[in-house]
């Protein structure tokens, strides 16, 4: 596809009523992109909200193209060209590579689009600053997809620790081990690395920063002092080790402390052998609160002896994010997730890298090789489950791989090391 393939044609729906549906451009349909197009197309009524239009590079790839194709609707490469053609939408909705998410958002925002980012939002926290300028200078909203703070569970949660309910909280702990084969960091150009091969953007994908950023971004979330704000981090000590030829992390560690003081340590591999869902609890000065360590049901126990029980964050579908801008767009609001709750997430991951800016290999004699063409560390997942029980970082429980980083001081932090406040829009690589 050049950049000269703008096909325009009629975009299906609309309505007889006094609001028109809202008009939203899909950014990347390959990858994830595509379960949030079969969401607009298969779930959202038609005089709600309508395809506006495509932008993806790799369209003709994507295993939705016959649809898009059929619809008729404009496909371009860049966000600028969708709109440069005279192309409208109400809401962009971003599922591009990390390292384009906040230059294609402020792409949108210029051309009088709000727009829904899926997470990470952004790799450094000066691109979370350069998104929430355009946004401010647009008068419209961004919303970050990190589908747990949309759900009936945390939300219910959120509202008891911000009204005190279970007590001040004093330290929480959340785990995650999700092995992935050779394959996930070959399923595209940008997977496993700091930084982008052609333009040296930062990426800093591992899963802190991808796959359970959902993890690290709840705990923040959950911590925070208002419905639509996260606890912001003050300290990061953390431990970033690979088992896979990456330049990045597939293990991450980390303890923080946060501005309120509570204590929060994120455990997160790729590298184990075996499979532990994602898992935290919640010391507070009149509760402990659970979620995955005996079932998938959050649970609140009371000093009183009261239990309360919160539902499973997976039971609210995945995609009421996206119903949600929906909504927003014709009712605006304060957002569920926007640009002050998704950052704290970014400014953590950005001192975990600066607090370990060489990331330490698993010992050779540690790693294996499975039949699946995974790369794994055997025991590493019940190790990591030894620093969940203990509260503790993997250097703390005396084994010999380990090694701490430094502590950073983020409490007046503004710029990641050599990172980049560009706001032009750049290519849309392949997403996924």
Request: glycine share 8%.
């Amino acid at each position: 596809m050049t950049g000269s393939d703008v096909r325009c044609g009629t975009s299906r729906g609309s309505t007889g009523g006094n609001a028109e549906p809202v008009r939203v451009l899909m950014v990347a349909i390959g990858g994830y992109g595509r379960h949030y197009l079969r969401t607009l197309l298969d779930e959202v009524p038609a005089e709600r909200a309508m395809l506006a239009g495509v932008v993806d590079p790799f369209a003709r790839d994507a295993p939705a193209w016959s649809t898009v194709e059929a619809l008729g609707v404009p496909v371009c490469d860049t966000v600028e060209r969708f709109y440069d053609a005279g192309h409208r939408a109400d809401l962009a909705v971003v599922v591009s590579p990390i390292h384009v998410h906040v230059p294609q958002s402020v792409a949108a925002l210029a051309r009088g689009s709000s727009v829904l980012c899926d997470k990470p939002l952004a790799a450094t926290i000066q691109q979370t600053r350069a998104l929430a300028a355009a946004r401010d200078r647009a008068g419209r909203f961004v919303l970050v997809g990190y589908q747990w703070s949309y759900s009936a569970a945390i939300q219910a949660l959120k509202r008891d620790l911000c009204a005190g309910v279970l007590g001040r909280p004093r330290r929480m702990v959340t785990l995650c081990c999700w092995p992935r084969g050779v394959a996930y960091y070959r399923r595209n150009t940008w997977a496993g690395r700091l930084r982008d091969a052609d333009t040296g953007a930062w990426i800093l994908d591992s899963p802190a920063n991808n796959a359970m950023a959902h993890f690290l971004h709840n705990a923040c979330f959950l911590l925070g002092p208002a419905a639509h704000l996260s606890a912001m981090p003050s300290d990061v000590c953390a431990e970033l080790y690979r088992a896979n030829a990456i330049e990045s992390a597939d293990t991450a560690a980390c303890r923080i402390v946060m501005d309120n003081g509570c204590e929060v340590l994120f455990l997160a591999s790729h590298a184990a052998d075996q499979t532990i869902q994602p898992r935290f609890r919640i010391e507070c000065d009149d509760a402990v609160v659970t979620f995955g360590e005996d079932n998938r049901v959050v649970t609140a126990t009371l000093r009183s002896g009261d239990v309360r029980q919160y539902g499973d964050p997976d039971a609210t579908p995945q995609f009421t994010k996206l119903h949600a801008a929906i909504v927003q767009v014709r009712d605006p609001g304060e957002p569920v997730c926007g640009i002050e709750a998704a950052s704290a997430q970014t400014l953590c991951v950005n001192a975990m890298h600066d607090s370990v800016p060489d990331i330490v290999p698993f010992p050779r004699d540690l790693v294996m090789t499975r039949d699946d063409d995974r790369i794994c560390v055997p025991g590493l997942d019940e190790f990591l489950l030894r620093c969940y029980e203990r509260w503790s970082l993997p250097s703390e429980i005396g084994v010999s791989w380990a090694r701490a980083g430094r502590t950073i001081d983020v409490t007046h932090y503004s710029d990641f090391p050599g990172g980049s406040v560009t706001v032009a829009s750049g290519s849309n690589e392949r997403s996924g």
